[in-house]
Structures are given as structure tokens and as C-alpha cells.
């Protein structure tokens, strides 16, 4: 089944503890992303990468660190966590990273994870 | 400053009704936008798209509209069903189409009531 993989689901943690959470998908796709979900913003974009090795910030990207070794794996690093990072995490993909007539642009999200920093 | 506005938090419709769903957006770069449909307790799942330099598409029961002049952009659903009951986000792409530019708005709430 393709999907867009995300661990933890929850999480409960402290300030200052760092902290990952993983996402992996399964269909061989080329861009991935990072959106935190806050009530009254919508989503807002994190960090993106377009392709192995090459990674680049959204419109939130401070405080998180990313990595894309493999292109299936694309984590989110908090090195300090702190109680303004309590969010709703969500990692997507696309098979490509142009939005063309003809290529939806689709993006499939992960399921979520919800973060809590004390 | 917001670029992709939508100013309805919720929507309240009965089933069978037509929903209309509206966004509105700032930067005239922006050229295509699409629509993500989101449950609770799951992910955002793509609705439908639609590139600049057309005015409709559709899909089924939904139907998205683009207005360029006015920098508006609506979603139809016809015939409501409870089942559309979601969250629903518009989002656009700048011009050179990159999915690194694409812009969420902050959502509406959609109630589709039996």
C-alpha cells in the first residue's frame, strides 16, 4: 500500500530534550516536506526537499533541523524543543517536485504526529 | 501578510445542498492551486487542482472555479454529503510551479448536516 509513514504518532516531551520524528514513504518520491498544523494558521511549510542531499527552509524552519540521506526517509529534528514547537506535525510527498498541467501536484500527507513539549 | 486568504472559518450546509467553499489570494505570481480535503485524526488528502490558465475543473461532484481578475478561487460540491463533512484547504503554487512555493491557507470548517 503506498503511504507516507510518520513515528511517533504522540509524543509528550520536555523542553530541551531533543527529539526525532521519522517519515518514510514508499513511492519512490522525488519531494518531501515538513508542515506543522496550528489551530487558526493552517499548515504551514517547515522545511522541503527536492531530491536526495538537497533540502531547503519553508516559512517556519527555526528551531527544526532535516536530513535527506535516502529518498525515502526524510526526518524531523528538534535538537531543543521548546513549548512554542507543541504542534501538529505532518510530513508529504510528491512524485515530483514541478506542478505542471497534467501533473496534479498531488501531495500525500502522513497520518500526523502530535508533539507536546512541557 | 497572508497570500492565500480563506475567510470563512466554517461552513454550515444541508445534505444535498450545494457547499461553496472560497479562497483568495494576494500575489497575481501565484498559478496554480488545488484543494486538500482533511479528516480528524488523519492527514490532508488531495481534492482536486487547477492550473492558471483554466477557469474550471471538475471532478465528479466537485467543482473548482478560478477567477484570475479577482484573485478568488471557489470550491463546489454538489450534492452535499455528510461524509464531506472536513476541514478543507486551499493552496497555491507560484509561477515556475514548484511544490517548495506551495502556500496553505488556514482552512474551513465544513459541516454537512443529514
Known amino acids: 500500500e503506498a503511504q507516507v509513514t510518520q513515528n511517533p504518532r504522540y509524543l509528550i516531551t520536555v523542553t530541551g530534550k531533543k527529539l526525532t520524528v521519522t517519515c518514510s514513504q514508499n513511492?519512490?518520491?522525488?519531494?518531501m516536506s515538513w508542515y506543522r498544523q496550528d489551530p487558526g494558521l493552517g499548515l504551514r511549510q517547515i522545511y522541503y526537499?527536492?531530491?536526495?542531499?538537497?533540502?531547503d527552509k519553508g516559512d517556519v524552519p527555526e528551531g527544526y533541523k532535516v536530513s535527506r540521506k535516502e529518498k525515502r526517509n526524510f526526518p524531523l529534528i528538534l535538537e531543543s524543543p521548546s513549548p512554542n514547537q507543541t504542534s501538529l506535525y505532518f510530513c508529504?510527498?510528491?512524485?515530483?517536485?514541478?506542478?505542471?498541467?497534467?501533473?496534479?501536484?498531488?501531495?500525500?500527507f502522513g497520518e500526523g504526529s502530535r508533539l507536546t513539549v512541557l | 501578510d497572508q497570500q492565500v486568504k480563506q475567510n470563512s472559518p466554517s461552513l454550515s450546509v444541508q445534505e444535498g445542498r450545494i457547499s461553496i467553499l472560497n479562497c483568495d489570494y494576494t500575489?497575481?505570481?501565484?498559478?496554480?492551486f488545488l484543494w486538500y480535503k482533511k479528516y480528524p485524526a488523519e492527514g490532508p488528502t488531495f481534492l482536486i487542482s487547477?492550473?492558471?490558465?483554466?477557469d474550471k475543473n471538475e471532478d465528479g461532484r466537485f467543482t473548482v472555479f478560478l477567477n484570475k481578475s479577482a484573485k478568488h478561487l471557489s470550491l463546489h460540491i454538489v450534492p452535499s454529503q455528510p461524509g464531506d463533512s472536513a476541514v478543507y484547504f486551499c493552496?497555491?503554487?507560484?509561477?515556475?510551479?514548484?511544490?517548495?512555493?506551495?502556500?496553505f491557507g488556514k482552512g474551513t470548517k465544513l459541516s454537512v448536516k443529514p
Open positions: 526537499s527536492m531530491n536526495v542531499e538537497v533540502t
Open positions: 487547477i492550473s492558471s490558465i483554466k
Open positions: 493552496a497555491a503554487s507560484l509561477k515556475g510551479g514548484s511544490q517548495g512555493n506551495l502556500i
Open positions: 513511492m519512490n518520491h522525488e519531494y
Open positions: 500575489n497575481s505570481m501565484f498559478d496554480y
Open positions: 508529504a510527498s510528491s512524485l515530483s517536485r514541478l506542478l505542471r498541467p497534467g501533473n496534479t501536484g498531488e501531495l500525500f
